[in-house]
């Protein structure tokens, strides 16, 4: 990854690859990367050049040739086509990266053996550069290859390095995390609208809460979680009596049966 221009093609341009593209593109002030995409259909091919400002190409071996870092962003359901279609062009000096969910380094490496491959898990942040992706290696990539796709990837939001045998609980946490994060702020939001509240005031309220309360938690320094609790739900207070209720209908475990089902769901994806 020592060249002066590493060229990057993208199998695929729906919503995550296109959010990686343009945070990479914004990020690139030293133009070190030169990006390209690939659709096979045509017309679609021309609609993400358009949005996304690279060459879009409608032949995936042709991407592939010229790329030394090849990001799978297909449905999951497809990757194996496209895997057979380009493994003749993936050299050693090739790296490939996936995003696909569900879809293991070790069954890309059944298709193209001993190539080098990293499996990211992004989420739909992304797409506002508030991210978070989790990368894992897979068992002929690099220490420097996953160094690379972490910090190519700090342009949409943070990453962390897993082994891959976590990859199904990210896949629960950040993965799908958007989506319970949402559901928790409309909850909130509606039961204000109930109370009263008027439903777009009490949205604000709740979204903007959860904005401030996560950067608190970023924020923290040597501060656990729990004192960061405590100093808001003073004992016998408003906010303690709120967390009782939340304790008596153990919130915990329904946290935990979430996560763990969806743990379990990802697990089955790849099966």
Do not use: W
């Not at 739900?233 to 935990?256: P, Q, R, W």
């Amino acid at each position: 990854m020592n060249k002066t221009l590493t060229k990057i093609g993208f199998i695929g341009c729906g919503k995550m690859a296109s959010a990686i593209i343009l945070g990479i593109k914004s990020a690139d002030k030293d133009k070190k990367y030169q990006l390209k995409g690939s659709e096979v259909n045509c017309e679609i091919a021309e609609l993400a050049h358009n949005r996304l400002g690279i060459d879009v190409l409608s032949d995936n071996r042709f991407l592939t040739i010229g790329s030394d870092v090849i990001f799978i962003a297909t449905k999951p359901n497809y990757v194996r086509d496209v895997l057979e279609e380009i493994k003749d062009e993936i050299t050693s000096e090739k790296l490939i990266v996936s995003i696909a969910a569900g879809v293991s380094t070790s069954a890309i490496n059944k298709i193209i053996p001993n190539a080098r491959v990293i499996r990211v898990m992004p989420n739909t942040p992304a797409l506002v550069k508030e991210g978070m992706c989790a990368v894992a290696k897979g068992e002929y990539a690099h220490q420097e290859d996953a160094e690379f796709v972490m910090d190519l990837l700090a342009s949409i939001g943070k990453v962390i390095e897993v082994d891959e045998s976590q990859i199904d609980i990210v896949t629960a946490i950040s993965g799908s995390g958007p989506a319970f994060f949402y559901k928790v702020i409309e909850d909130m939001a509606r039961a204000g609208e109930k109370l009263g509240m008027d439903y777009e005031k009490s949205l604000m309220l709740a979204t903007q809460t959860a904005l401030g309360s996560a950067k608190m938690i970023f924020d923290r320094g040597e501060v656990s979680v729990q004192n960061l609790i405590d100093n808001v739900a003073t004992k016998g207070g408003c906010t303690f009596v709120g967390i009782s209720v939340m304790n008596e209908e153990h919130s915990d475990k329904l946290f935990y049966d979430v996560i763990e089902k969806t743990t379990v769901k990802a697990s089955e994806l790849g099966k």
